[in-house]
């Protein structure tokens, strides 16, 4: 699963094979739960990246903080005579 063709597969696929086998690999269906079957797709894809965390998503920069209502700049609206 490290090497060839099988580098392609996306994780559904490899879901897919544990799940119902292919060619001369049986299923894991009846020794895996779901749960398990999806934990072992992001193991093998993990060794397939080379063993290294998957690159984490960037940080959201900080919020700035909200204007207090009475100091912020209101927008002058002029009154009508």
Same mark, same amino acid.
């Given at each position: ?51 290294? !965390?998957? %690159? =984490? #998503? @960037?940080?959201?920069? $900080? /919020? ?5 209502? !009475?100091? %912020? =700049? #209101? @927008?002058?609206?002029? $009154? /009508?005579?």
């Amino acid at each position: 699963m490290l090497t060839g063709k099988v580098m392609g597969y996306s994780e559904g696929r490899i879901f897919h094979v544990i799940t119902y086998g292919f060619n001369v690999m049986g299923s894991y269906a009846s020794q895996l739960d779901i749960e398990q079957r999806w934990k072992v797709v992001g193991y093998i894809k993990n060794m397939q990246n080379g063993g290294k !965390a998957p %690159a =984490a #998503a @960037p940080e959201a920069p $900080a /919020a700035a903080p909200a204007a207090d209502s !009475a100091t %912020a =700049a #209101a @927008p002058a609206v002029a $009154a /009508a005579h």
